[in-house]
């Protein structure tokens, strides 16, 4: 699906700007540039915390995803079933790339599989902890309401399973990166230069008008 896209500049990646301690946690200098925390978006920390109210244990490890963990990725849902099969595509992509054992796709609504579906796929498989990552680029209402009500309610059929809403994409300086390759690409379509890519596929929407 984002075949299209260039991958990421060094200068966004190397070790002299992301350097990774003996804990093998990325050590950002504080001159970085990478607009990630609550510190620099103004995300509420609280929100960023592992819940405790569903009896969890935290086996764990704090600082990265673990076997026990679940993933899921969670958009808005569309009456498109066309859209919705994208974000199969997308959390196809996810797990291949990072390896993550248990990584499953929801809709907030509109369409399945559910929070509910996501959550318990998840537990099915073993996870102990469920991150809920939202596929929203800013935080409003639905990160800030929808999604940690919808998965609070889900996490009651599993007692003992905690979970965390993980912040939406946010600021990110790689983001620039993903709009100047969609900008540039749908330009060398209009002009004859390239097919029209898997987004658009069949649409007839990129064209000048």
Same mark, same amino acid.
């Given at each position: 699906?984002?075949?299209?896209?260039?991958?990421?500049?060094?200068?966004?990646?190397?070790?002299?700007?992301?350097?990774?301690?003996?804990?093998?946690?990325?050590?950002?200098?504080?001159?970085?540039?990478?607009?990630?925390?609550?510190?620099?978006?103004?995300?509420?920390?609280?929100?960023?915390?592992?819940?405790?109210?569903?009896?969890?244990?935290?086996?764990?490890?704090?600082?990265?995803?673990?076997?026990?963990?679940?993933?899921?990725?969670?958009?808005?849902?569309?009456?498109?079933?066309?859209?919705?099969?994208? *974000?199969?595509?997308? $959390?196809?992509?996810? #797990?291949? =790339?990072?390896?993550?054992?248990? /990584?499953?796709?929801?809709?907030? @609504?509109?369409?399945?599989?559910?929070?509910?579906?996501?959550?318990?796929?998840?537990?099915?498989?073993?996870?102990?902890?469920?991150?809920?990552?939202?596929?929203?680029?800013?935080?409003?209402?639905?990160?800030?309401?929808?999604?940690?009500?919808?998965?609070?309610?889900?996490?009651?059929?599993?007692?003992?399973?905690?979970?965390?809403?993980?912040?939406?994409?946010?600021?990110?300086? *790689?983001?620039?990166? $993903?709009?100047?390759? #969609?900008? =540039?690409?749908?330009?060398?379509? /209009?002009?004859?230069?390239?097919? @029209?890519?898997?987004?658009?596929?069949?649409?007839?929407?990129?064209?000048?008008?």
């Amino acid at each position: 699906m984002l075949s299209s896209l260039s991958p990421p500049t060094p200068s966004l990646v190397n070790r002299n700007r992301c350097p990774v301690n003996e804990t093998g946690r990325l050590s950002l200098p504080k001159s970085s540039k990478l607009l990630i925390g609550p510190r620099r978006t103004g995300y509420s920390s609280s929100r960023l915390r592992m819940s405790t109210g569903n009896g969890g244990v935290g086996m764990n490890p704090p600082g990265g995803v673990g076997e026990k963990d679940g993933v899921i990725i969670v958009d808005h849902g569309s009456r498109r079933r066309e859209s919705n099969l994208m *974000l199969n595509e997308f $959390v196809n992509m996810f #797990r291949d =790339k990072t390896g993550y054992p248990i /990584v499953e796709p929801a809709h907030m @609504e509109l369409a399945e599989p559910s929070i509910r579906d996501a959550f318990g796929a998840c537990v099915r498989q073993g996870a102990i902890r469920v991150i809920v990552s939202p596929f929203f680029l800013f935080p409003g209402r639905h990160w800030h309401q929808d999604i940690p009500a919808l998965t609070a309610e889900a996490a009651k059929d599993h007692p003992g399973v905690s979970y965390i809403v993980a912040a939406p994409l946010g600021l990110h300086e *790689l983001l620039v990166d $993903v709009v100047n390759d #969609r900008i =540039k690409y749908c330009l060398s379509h /209009v002009a004859g230069d390239a097919e @029209e890519c898997a987004v658009c596929a069949g649409t007839g929407k990129c064209k000048l008008y």
